[in-house]
């Protein structure tokens, strides 16, 4: 499956099936799954150059050139925000559960109001 994806997001021209899935094979699931993740940012590297000039995937693949750092970054990058984003949300959603109900918030300030009144 990943490899379909691969290959539906690879310059169609560069793609050499066999040699590419020899290639695929070899690499970690991990390492498949960021060359898939990548291809957006590396197309986006692609489009101002001639497609003469764009490696076979078979190439890209064996030189591992997913893990270039300008390509990887702006993946990497994405990802962090994303978390980022997650944990800010549950910390919202942790203190909102927390947080006094508007009974309790009552409670508490008249329990400062009788303390003040009653303290000399």
Do not use: C
């Amino acid at each position: 499956v990943l490899f379909i994806e691969f290959k539906n997001r690879y310059p169609e021209d560069k793609f050499d099936d066999d040699t590419s899935f020899d290639a695929w094979r070899k690499l970690t699931l991990q390492d498949r799954e960021i060359a898939v993740a990548v291809m957006e940012y590396q197309n986006n590297g692609w489009a101002d150059i001639e497609v003469k000039y764009i490696p076979k995937s078979s190439n890209w693949l064996l030189k591992r050139k997913f893990d270039n750092d300008d390509i990887r970054k702006p993946y990497e990058d994405k990802i962090r925000r994303k978390k980022a984003r997650l944990e800010q949300q549950q910390y919202h959603r942790k203190a909102e559960e927390n947080a006094a109900s508007g009974e309790e918030i009552k409670e508490i300030l008249s329990k400062t109001k009788r303390q003040k009144r009653t303290s000399p």
